[in-house]
């Protein structure tokens, strides 16, 4: 049983990511299309911001 700790996931391969990447796009194209809201948009600005002391609420 101590081969199955050292075996490596299984991973997929650059077809299969490329294949589920535009299924993504596909499926929320419409999202994409409508951008971020203005009030989502100002709080992902101010939680990048470094300087920004303000504690989580």
């Not at 990447?21 to 951008?35: C, N, P, Q, S, W």
């Not at 948009?41 to 939680?47: E, F, H, P, Q, V």
């Amino acid at each position: 049983m101590s081969d199955n700790n050292q075996r490596k996931p299984p991973a997929l391969g650059r077809d299969a990511l490329a294949a589920i990447g535009r299924e993504l796009r596909l499926m929320y194209a419409d999202i994409i299309a409508d951008g971020v809201p203005k009030r989502f948009g100002a709080i992902l600005r101010k939680l990048d911001d470094p300087s920004s002391e303000e504690e989580p609420r």
